[in-house]
């Protein structure tokens, strides 16, 4: 797929366009707010520094790779603010990492640096997916490692070079252990390398040794978990709870919100399959339909659930917009491409800051010390000290991992009698129905700086 020769001068403007777009991420990276999620992803990852055991006493319904992975970095910082600013950091440089292999990818299928330029110019520019790229969260590495095992495998399938088929399938099997809806990857995958088989470029034997490696990469945890009589409790809370949770929304709502930003990408995104499809490209049309599909299939469908599909879509659109004929009609196009989300990152830096949640964060912490409880209700300000309760977060009680978790078992959850049995330090009035209780207002005092939140009368 080679469309025409290099131009220095577009590949020179891509280039500056993406610097932009890379300093903006770097500011958002240090600036912006942290989602919910992240905060979640750092005190987990503390609760098993400090002994705790993920599903045994704390509630998480995520794989757990990623959380020990936090844990050098928690304990090399400790538990302050500047951890998250550190791990933030981290993170960013796994969204460069995916902008890398994007490039690689795009320049594996076209033989050209200007559709790749342009491919990762369009990736930076795209809302949710670089909003949730550079988040402390279990998706960017499990969504990076899982474009890494289709880059290897695409790779593979041009060099037939056996290391790249291995590589591709223990690459697909971490992705799995970080999180486990690489389920909807490793369907792709399997669909794709059937197809392949069909078209006789692949054989029943390279699709045998590729998911023996993909086994053998996921079997010690498996082991260790049947070795340990866990992988029932691990089971129930990574896969049984998930298909009952409460509360979910449409992929729709998702799509709607991207298209007000990134409407020209989408639009770019439609030719390009068209076109593709004419030129009879079916395995990334086909892989970048199944990773889109797979995001109707679950019941909430956040921004990061797009992770995986993004760079392929960014891919196909880079081809299409770079099919016009007049290079000042692409100048102009990729400008106005490059604007909007711009503009976008740069109001999420202003309207939403860090700097009162780090601050509300310490705040906490000089007003606690280790080995004090606290109630947080979910997961705003606690982030570096023990909780009241098995479910410390997800407690809303219309949804959530609690309600579910009720829904399919009795459980006994009064968070009154939780307070007055554990004498929390500090309690948040989140969830909390009557603040005015016996239990509250005679052993707490409402902070003048933080008014949501009660201490512990000495």
Same mark, same amino acid.
């Given at each position: 797929?080679?469309?025409?020769?290099?131009?220095?001068?577009?590949?020179?403007?891509?280039?500056?366009?993406?610097?932009?777009?890379?300093?903006?991420?770097?500011?958002?990276?240090?600036?912006?707010?942290?989602?919910? @999620?992240?905060?979640?992803?750092?005190?987990?990852?503390?609760?098993?520094?400090?002994?705790?055991?993920?599903?045994?006493?704390?509630?998480?319904?995520?794989?757990?790779?990623?959380?020990?992975?936090?844990?050098?970095?928690?304990?090399?910082?400790?538990?302050?603010?500047?951890?998250?600013?550190?791990?933030?950091?981290?993170?960013?440089?796994?969204?460069?990492?995916?902008?890398?292999?994007?490039?690689?990818?795009?320049?594996?299928?076209?033989?050209?640096?200007?559709?790749?330029?342009?491919?990762?110019?369009?990736?930076?520019?795209?809302?949710?997916?670089? /909003?949730?790229?550079?988040?402390?969260? &279990?998706?960017?590495?499990?969504?990076?490692?899982?474009?890494?095992?289709?880059?290897?495998?695409?790779?593979?399938?041009?060099?037939?070079?056996?290391?790249?088929?291995?590589?591709?399938?223990?690459?697909?099997?971490?992705?799995?252990?970080?999180?486990?809806?690489?389920? =909807?990857?490793?369907?792709?995958?399997?669909?794709?390398?059937?197809?392949?088989?069909?078209? !006789?470029? +692949?054989?029943?034997?390279?699709?045998?040794?590729?998911?023996?490696?993909?086994?053998?990469?996921?079997?010690?945890?498996?082991?260790?978990?049947?070795? +340990?009589? /866990?992988?029932?409790? +691990?089971?129930?809370?990574?896969?049984?709870?998930?298909?009952?949770?409460?509360?979910?929304?449409?992929?729709?709502?998702?799509?709607?919100?991207?298209?007000?930003?990134?409407?020209?990408?989408?639009? =770019?995104?439609?030719?390009?399959?068209?076109?593709?499809?004419?030129?009879?490209?079916?395995?990334?049309?086909?892989?970048?339909?199944?990773?889109?599909?797979?995001?109707?299939?679950?019941?909430?469908?956040?921004?990061?659930?797009?992770?995986?599909?993004?760079?392929?879509?960014?891919?196909?659109?880079?081809?299409?917009?770079?099919?016009?004929?007049?290079?000042?009609?692409?100048?102009?196009?990729?400008?106005?491409?490059?604007?909007?989300?711009?503009?976008?990152?740069?109001?999420?830096?202003?309207?939403? &800051?860090?700097?009162?949640?780090?601050?509300?964060?310490?705040?906490?912490?000089?007003?606690?010390?280790?080995?004090?409880?606290?109630?947080?209700?979910?997961?705003? =300000?606690?982030?570096?000290?023990?909780?009241?309760?098995?479910?410390?977060?997800?407690?809303?009680?219309?949804?959530?991992?609690?309600?579910?978790?009720?829904?399919?078992?009795?459980? @006994?959850?009064?968070?009154? !009698?939780?307070?007055?049995?554990?004498? &929390?330090?500090?309690?948040? @009035?989140? =969830?909390?129905?009557?603040?005015?209780?016996?239990?509250?207002?005679?052993?707490?005092? /409402?902070?003048?700086?933080?008014?949501?939140?009660?201490?512990?009368?000495?």
């Amino acid at each position: 797929m080679h469309l025409y020769k290099n131009q220095s001068k577009e590949i020179l403007y891509y280039k500056f366009l993406l610097s932009i777009l890379v300093v903006v991420g770097i500011a958002t990276s240090i600036l912006r707010d942290f989602d919910h @999620d992240e905060l979640e992803a750092v005190h987990s990852a503390w609760k098993i520094l400090d002994g705790e055991r993920i599903y045994i006493d704390f509630f998480q319904h995520h794989h757990p790779l990623f959380y020990y992975s936090l844990i050098p970095i928690i304990h090399i910082f400790g538990a302050s603010t500047a951890t998250l600013l550190v791990l933030r950091f981290l993170m960013f440089s796994m969204f460069i990492l995916f902008l890398t292999g994007t490039f690689k990818f795009s320049l594996t299928l076209f033989k050209d640096k200007s559709v790749a330029w342009l491919c990762i110019v369009l990736l930076s520019s795209m809302a949710m997916f670089t /909003q949730k790229a550079i988040e402390i969260r &279990p998706d960017v590495p499990q969504a990076l490692l899982g474009l890494t095992a289709i880059f290897l495998l695409f790779r593979y399938i041009r060099n037939h070079r056996l290391n790249g088929l291995t590589l591709s399938a223990f690459c697909l099997g971490v992705s799995f252990l970080f999180l486990q809806k690489t389920i =909807f990857i490793i369907a792709s995958v399997g669909l794709i390398q059937l197809l392949w088989v069909y078209q !006789q470029k +692949y054989s029943f034997k390279e699709l045998l040794i590729y998911w023996c490696v993909f086994v053998l990469t996921i079997a010690p945890y498996y082991a260790y978990l049947i070795s +340990y009589n /866990q992988f029932e409790n +691990y089971l129930f809370w990574n896969w049984t709870l998930n298909m009952n949770f409460k509360g979910g929304f449409s992929a729709f709502n998702t799509l709607v919100e991207s298209f007000s930003y990134n409407h020209f990408i989408w639009i =770019f995104f439609v030719l390009g399959m068209v076109r593709f499809y004419k030129e009879k490209q079916f395995d990334v049309l086909l892989l970048s339909f199944l990773l889109l599909l797979s995001v109707f299939l679950v019941k909430a469908p956040y921004r990061q659930y797009f992770m995986p599909f993004i760079p392929f879509m960014c891919i196909i659109s880079s081809y299409a917009l770079l099919a016009i004929q007049y290079r000042k009609q692409r100048y102009i196009l990729v400008t106005m491409i490059v604007l909007v989300p711009l503009v976008y990152f740069l109001r999420t830096i202003i309207v939403y &800051p860090n700097q009162p949640q780090l601050k509300k964060i310490e705040w906490v912490l000089n007003k606690t010390n280790h080995g004090d409880l606290i109630y947080d209700g979910d997961v705003y =300000f606690n982030v570096f000290r023990a909780d009241v309760d098995f479910f410390w977060y997800s407690t809303d009680p219309d949804k959530g991992g609690l309600k579910t978790y009720m829904s399919l078992q009795e459980y @006994d959850y009064d968070i009154y !009698q939780i307070i007055e049995n554990k004498k &929390p330090k500090l309690i948040s @009035d989140l =969830f909390i129905e009557n603040i005015t209780q016996p239990v509250i207002s005679s052993n707490y005092t /409402q902070s003048k700086k933080y008014p949501d939140l009660y201490i512990r009368n000495e």
